[in-house]
């Protein structure tokens, strides 16, 4: 069975700080992967997604990430984090290969960004 | 374009009792999921609908079923509720090509 698992279950940064989140996955086919944002009391909103071509996506608000395939690995990026990135992140992986577009997620980060 | 909308937004409902949850797709998405959000378990995929089909079932009882209607509206029903139940409920739509956009959920609980 796929699974996501996200190492970080809580993150705390000052702002302008750096910021990795890490996502690996269990499968062994192709994959759609993405990052949604939960920002408090909002919807889960997409940041970025990858489906082929060029490992490293860019996403909305600064936030970019890199597939690696040999580590199974889809880490999300940021240079400079802001107060306003306060938010839970969720990595999420739907197979290719299989009916539908069901997307397993991680357990989320919850990332907290200090003025 | 509106985006997807759930209701009720909240519900709190008594255990033995059923639920039902609409949601209503962007407008030209053809594909709705349903997801479970809780504290402990995080987002668990329930089910997919695809042309009023069933395309897809994620790992949970019997009591959670859903349809789809010829408008793309689904709603979601849970029978026999059991305090577990108690679960943001999100529904995310999408037009088929794996990306997928969520509703704001319902709020679930049992009591």
């Known amino acids: 069975a796929q699974s996501v698992s996200q190492h970080n279950h809580h993150v705390i940064l000052s702002e302008a700080a750096s910021l990795e989140l890490g996502c690996n996955y269990s499968?062994?086919?192709?994959?759609?992967l993405f990052w949604y944002v939960q920002y408090p009391g909002q919807h889960l909103q997409l940041l970025l997604k990858y489906f082929s071509g060029d490992p490293l996506v860019k996403g909305i608000k600064g936030f970019e990430a890199e597939f690696i395939k040999s580590k199974f690995s889809f880490n999300l990026r940021k240079p400079s984090v802001q107060w306003s990135d306060t938010a839970e992140y969720f990595c999420?992986?739907?197979?290719?290969?299989?009916?539908?577009?069901?997307?397993?997620f991680g357990k989320g980060t919850t990332l907290s960004v200090s003025s | 374009k509106a985006g997807v909308t759930q209701t009720p937004r909240y519900l709190i409902k008594t255990r033995g009792q059923q639920v039902t949850l609409s949601c209503s797709p962007i407008s030209g998405h053809r594909s709705v999921s349903w997801y479970q959000q809780t504290p402990g378990q995080g987002l668990q995929f329930l089910f997919e609908?695809?042309?009023?089909?069933?395309?897809n079932k994620g790992n949970f009882p019997g009591r959670f079923s859903g349809r789809q209607f010829s408008n793309s509206r689904s709603e979601m029903n849970v029978s026999t509720l059991e305090l577990g139940d108690s679960a943001l409920y999100l529904c995310?739509?999408?037009?088929?090509?794996?990306?997928?956009?969520f509703g704001p959920g319902t709020r679930l609980t049992v009591l």
């Open positions: 999420a992986v739907n197979a290719i290969n299989q009916a539908g577009t069901a997307l397993i």
């Open positions: 995310a739509s999408g037009t088929g090509n794996n990306e997928q956009f």
């Open positions: 499968y062994g086919g192709t994959v759609n």
């Open positions: 609908y695809f042309s009023e089909t069933q395309r």
